[in-house]
Nanobody, 121 residues
Framework: QVRLVESGGGLVQPGGSLRLSCAASGSIFSINHMAWHRRTPGKQRELVAAITSDGSTNYVDSVMGRFTISGDNAKNTVYLQMNSLKPEDTAVYYC???????????????WGQGTQVTVSS
C-alpha cells in the first residue's frame, strides 16, 4: 500500500509564504509524477503545479511566478513553496502522485488527505 502524507498548511497573511510538503511511503517501485491540487468550496478541484520524474514542471497561470514545485527523489517527497500568497489562494491543498508499485511500471493514482491553507489578514 502507498501513503501520501502532507504537511505545512496553516494561516498566513496576504503577501506571506508557506511551504507544503508531501512524503510518499509504502510499496513504491518508482514515481512517475507528483502534483499539488487545490479545492475551494463551491469550485472544482484545480491542478496547481506538477513535476515529473525528470524534473519537468508546469503551473496553473494564477500561481506562475509565485509558487515553486520541487522534488527530492531520494525521499520520495514533493514540496510546494508558496510566496506572495493572496486570499484567493485559500483552499484545501491535496498532494497527488502517479506511482508504480512493481517493475511493470504501471502507475496508479494516489492522493493525500489534504492540508488547509488560509490566506487572511
Amino acid at each position: 500500500q502507498v501513503r501520501l502524507v502532507e504537511s505545512g498548511g496553516g494561516l498566513v497573511q496576504p503577501g506571506g509564504s508557506l511551504r507544503l510538503s508531501c512524503a510518499a511511503s509504502g510499496s513504491i517501485f518508482s514515481i512517475n509524477h507528483m502534483a499539488w491540487h487545490r479545492r475551494t468550496p463551491g469550485k472544482q478541484r484545480e491542478l496547481v503545479a506538477a513535476i515529473t520524474s525528470d524534473g519537468s514542471t508546469n503551473y496553473v497561470d494564477s500561481v506562475m511566478g509565485r509558487f515553486t514545485i520541487s522534488g527530492d527523489n531520494a525521499k520520495n517527497t514533493v514540496y510546494l513553496q508558496m510566496n506572495s500568497l493572496k486570499p484567493e489562494d485559500t483552499a484545501v491543498y491535496y498532494c497527488n502522485a502517479d506511482i508504480a508499485v512493481s517493475s511493470s511500471g504501471l502507475g496508479y493514482d494516489f492522493w493525500g488527505q489534504g492540508t488547509q491553507v488560509t490566506v487572511s489578514s
